[in-house]
Structure formats: C-alpha cells, structure tokens
C-alpha cells in the first residue's frame, strides 16, 4: 500500500476508528489520542493487512489499543487519582479528607477479605465486586448456570459480612 492508498484509508476510516476509541473511553480528546495511535500502527504494518480488509482490521486494532490503554497501570492511577478527588468534592458538608481516608482504608480491607476467600467464592466474588461483572458475564466466563454464581455470591456476601464484623472487634 502507497502513501496515497493509506491516506484514503485514513480518510474512509477516521470516524469508525475515533467512535470505537471513544466507545471504550468515554473520553473525546483520549479517543483522538488512540484513534492517532491506532492509525500510526496501522501505517508501520501497512503491508500485512490483506487488501478489502481494512475496515476490521483498523477496528481490531483500535479495540486493541483502547483495550490496552484501559489495562495500563498509568490509567488506573489516573482514574484512582480522579475517584479519589470526586469523593472529596461530593462528600457532605463536613467531611474531611480524614474521613475518605478511612472510607479508602476500608475499601482495601474489603477488597482484602475478597481476595482471601477460597473458591469456590473467590473468582465469583472478583469478578462480580471488584472487576463489577454481572451475573450473567460471570457464569459465561467461568462455565456455571447463572443460578449457581447467584448462589456464590449470595454466600460470599455472608462469609465477607462475617469476617469484616470480626475484624472489627
């Protein structure tokens, strides 16, 4: 493929491209970031996408690089930093930075507890509180009736009320 012919493509495909970036981040100017990001790939492995198959092969690639961007320890410190000035500014009147510090201190004792739990409630229970899957994407993921991952959490969610009134005292 020619410069010319990449050009086109660009042109042809830009919007698809930017619409999939933004689907993932919600974020104008970061889908104007990846959608740069994907053709730039795009064009240093111009030669290895087979002709009439742009269009799926832009798309994957854009997945690819939102999907990534969205893994990246550099967007979970970001999107940590961003909760954690949210939670200050809708707190109530009256509640200091004191008091979110708790409720973060909390928040990782929960997720301690979540992560110690043994199967078969512990992946359940990952996915469901702490990567915020559904019911029905769990019991697809992990091969269970929706009803049976449920009941797992239901279960969870009582050996995790136990051990947290226990820690308390």
């Known amino acids: 493929m020619n410069n010319e012919q990449f050009t086109h493509m660009v042109q042809q495909y830009e919007r ?3 619409t999939i970036c933004y689907q ?7 889908a104007e970031d990846l959608a740069q990001e994907t053709f730039l790939a795009a064009y240093s492995h111009r030669d290895d996408c087979p002709a009439d198959n742009y269009k799926p ?3 994957r690639i854009a997945t ?3 999907k990534d961007y969205l ?3 550099y967007h979970r410190r970001v999107q940590a930093a961003e909760d954690d000035a949210m939670a200050v500014l809708a707190a109530p009147p009256g509640t200091g930075p004191e008091d979110v510090t708790i409720d973060r201190d909390s928040a990782l ?5 979540i992560r110690a739990l043994k199967e078969p409630y512990h992946m359940v229970s990952v996915l469901y509180f702490l990567e915020e899957n559904s019911i029905d994407e769990i019991a697809r993921r992990l091969e269970r009736p929706p009803k049976t991952v449920h009941t797992q959490l239901y279960r969870a969610k009582q050996l995790l009320k136990n051990a947290l ?3 308390k005292g």
Request: aromatic residues 12%; charged residues 35%; hydrophobic residues 35%.
């Open 16 to 18: 698809l491209v930017y």
């Open 71 to 73: 893994k990246s320890a």
């Open 64 to 66: 690819n690089k939102a």
């Open 109 to 113: 004792r929960i997720e301690h507890e």
């Open 165 to 167: 009134e226990r820690g």
């Open 57 to 59: 092969w832009l798309a």
């Open 24 to 30: 993932f981040t919600k974020d104008h100017q970061l």
